[in-house]
């Protein structure tokens, strides 16, 4: 249901009111939302972000953040006032290109108003100061995200609309921009987050971390990590800048599987093309401090010392989720599933089952979870994250690759992260890419049956048989078809 009902009512009546005491406003109110299918209220109409510029204070004995956002954005129409989504906190003043808004306030949206009109086009800067503590959000699925407190600080996690806990802007994943992030913390703790460290400076007992993010990011994947760090600085092969930050707690125990990340880096690049952005790395913070890994842009963060598999999911999607981005959360499985297909190809590439065995071991799962809902359409938002997006989302990517063949499915593979690099896509764009990729193949029963259709398909190979398991497990490398090859 639309939050229409619920803020812009009182936006409209105020306009009113204004033109009709001879204030002259012109253009309208941009949308409270953006009508996601699973979340009507993340996001916000009449404008595009370009660049967030971020100025925090934490300090966690008091659980005290004091923000300064400074959000630059075009609009997209003729603007009267637009809305910002941010969740709790206290706002204690707004301008617009330096000079005083008016603005009100309504569950997660904070209404503008401009001094101004914003004419269609134009550039803008807002500013917004706020302050207090900040929340955590519990999903449709149960599960926490927004601002955790940790033993020894805090971790802001976004996925899907965490990010309005600590920061104000236009919280939908359609809508990416760069950042530019300080956060000051009491001297002795650090802050970690996206992108570059670009410096780190003492005074009065405390320290300020200064990070940018040029490549456009959604501000689900934006994060701040904050507490007591081992970091280390390396290289991948290919000359990447890697960051690792980790929970003294969990150094020993996570050195093995952390050290691998160039491997992990040089290995996905040569199944999805160039990696994306100009830095990666990781986030290891103690096991109870977050209830789940996410795929954080640049690095990571994990719950306790991931292992391989998991790291490989959570890099695998700064190619599929980080750069390429869905459009709406009914999209999911576009991060979801091919990072979990990731999972597959890195097994069958290190001496584990065959993609093939994967696929089948699956489709013989006696599992109701399993097949509860087609992958490109979640029954509702708590299950945007369930089992048929990750591992029915996977199987689609399997049966694509069985009816075109390795060369053409892998071609299939980098040639969408490159045509998607830093923006946004949907299902419908998906399938389309794949039919012009592979003209003349009928796609037909994979996007109804197992793509979009409900319940447990037949499986079936691009001849109609049904397929039979790959034979025994290699010891690595790759063979030709589609038991493992490319």
Known sequence: MSRCATVVPSAVAVLLALTACGGGVEGTPGGSGVRDPYFPKAGNG????????????YVPGTHHLTGTATITARATQDLSAFDLDL??????QVTVDGRGARWNRAGQ??????????DDGDTFHVTVRYSGTPVTITDPDGSQEGWLRTADGALALGEPTGSMAWFPGNHHPSDK??????????????????????SETSKGGRTTFRWRTTEPMASYLATVAIGDYTVSRSTTGGGLPVYVAVDPEQAEESRAVLVRIPEVVQWAEG??????????????????????????Q?????????DAETLVHELAHQWYGNSVTPKTWRDMWLNEGFATYAEWLWREDHGGDTAQQTF?????ENSEVLWAFPPASPSDAAHISGRSVYDRGAMVLHRIRQTVGDDRFFGILRGWASAHRHGNADTGDFTAYVE?????????????????????????????????????????????GPCGGR
């Open 177 to 198: 921009a760069s950042y530019d992030l300080a956060v000051t913390v009491p001297e002795g703790l650090r802050a970690v987050s996206n992108g570059e460290l670009a």
């Open 360 to 364: 089948d071991a699956l489709y013989d």
């Open 46 to 57: 009449g404008y595009d972000v370009t660049h967030y510029a971020l100025d925090l204070a």
């Open 436 to 480: 012009r990729k592979a003209p003349g193949v009928d796609f037909g029963r994979i996007w109804e049956e197992w793509l979009y259709g409900d319940g447990k398909p037949a499986r079936q190979d691009r001849t109609g048989a049904l397929t039979a398991p790959c034979a025994t497990p290699r010891t690595g490398g790759r063979a030709g």
């Open 271 to 296: 199944v999805f093309g160039p990696y994306p952005f100009s830095s990666t790395g990781a986030i290891v913070d103690r096991e109870y401090d977050a209830a789940y890994a996410l795929e954080t």
């Open 298 to 306: 640049n690095r990571p963060v994990f719950p306790g010392a991931p």
């Open 109 to 118: 949206e904070l209404t503008v108003r401009p001094p101004g009109e914003l």
């Open 87 to 92: 969740r709790g906190l206290r706002v204690e």
